[in-house]
């Protein structure tokens, strides 16, 4: 079974600073996808960024991007210019192709400050 | 703009009743996901779907929940009898599922239906 841990439940940062966001997992798959969401208050959940396994590159979408070390099982999302609106939960995801299974971290919740 | 739609998305039901929550997951998925989430314990899966046969329900508390896929277009998680410990906010969620290619392979969320039961 997959686990994912998401080691800080709570970061803080200052508005237009940089942040980072942990999150490691386990499995044994080779083939599989890793997600950011991003939950606000309203409680939607909205994905943010998206990485294949078998992609070397690392995924980027505006001002944010991820730092996926395969070998070391660490998929971490870094937010640029951080905004007011960055304010929210954000939850790491593993997707297990073979199952199809989706498997969430316990979550970060991000607070930006102005 | 396709989109995974819940409904009710807000339920208040007195304890004992019957809850039926809905879900029409995007055309073409054919993984759907029923996750809850409480302030305490974060996201809970609660069961999911392939060409709508159950492949996961461990997760769900069988004596009062059930969910099914009635047809491709419909999900339905049901709570009967419904309890206070059943406040949450539900989820459903679809993606594309397995095929020849992993390009494309991405799980979108409904807008969850917040349920309170007093």
């Known amino acids: 079974a997959q686990t994912v841990t998401q080691s800080q439940p709570e970061m803080s940062v200052q508005e237009a600073e940089t942040v980072t966001l942990s999150c490691t997992y386990d499995?044994?798959?080779?083939?599989?996808?890793l997600f950011w969401y991003k939950q606000p208050p309203s409680r939607q959940m909205i994905l943010v960024i998206r990485q294949e396994a078998y992609k070397q590159q690392n995924a980027t979408e505006n001002r944010f991007s991820v730092n996926f070390q395969k070998a070391a099982k660490s998929f971490s999302l870094k937010i640029s210019d951080s905004q007011l609106g960055d304010t929210a939960m954000y939850f790491c995801a593993f997707f297990n192709n073979a199952g199809n299974m989706l498997t969430f971290g316990g979550g970060t919740r991000l607070m930006v400050k102005p | 703009d396709a989109r995974v739609t819940q409904t009710p998305r807000h339920k208040v039901t007195e304890m004992g009743q019957e809850v039926t929550m809905r879900c029409q997951p995007i055309l073409g998925h054919n993984t759907v996901f029923w996750y809850r989430q409480t302030m305490m314990q974060g996201l809970e899966l609660l069961a999911y779907f392939r060409n709508r046969a159950p492949l996961d329900d461990s997760g769900m508390p069988k004596d009062r929940f059930s969910a099914e896929m009635p047809d491709a277009t419909l999900a339905t998680l049901k709570i009967q009898p419904s309890e206070p410990r059943d406040s949450a906010v539900y989820f459903c969620?679809?993606?594309?599922?397995?095929?020849?290619?992993?390009?494309?392979?991405?799980?979108?969320f409904g807008e969850g239906s917040w349920l309170t039961v007093v």
């Open positions: 969620a679809s993606g594309p599922g397995t095929g020849s290619s992993l390009s494309g392979n991405t799980i979108y």
């Open positions: 499995t044994s798959e080779n083939n599989y996808y």
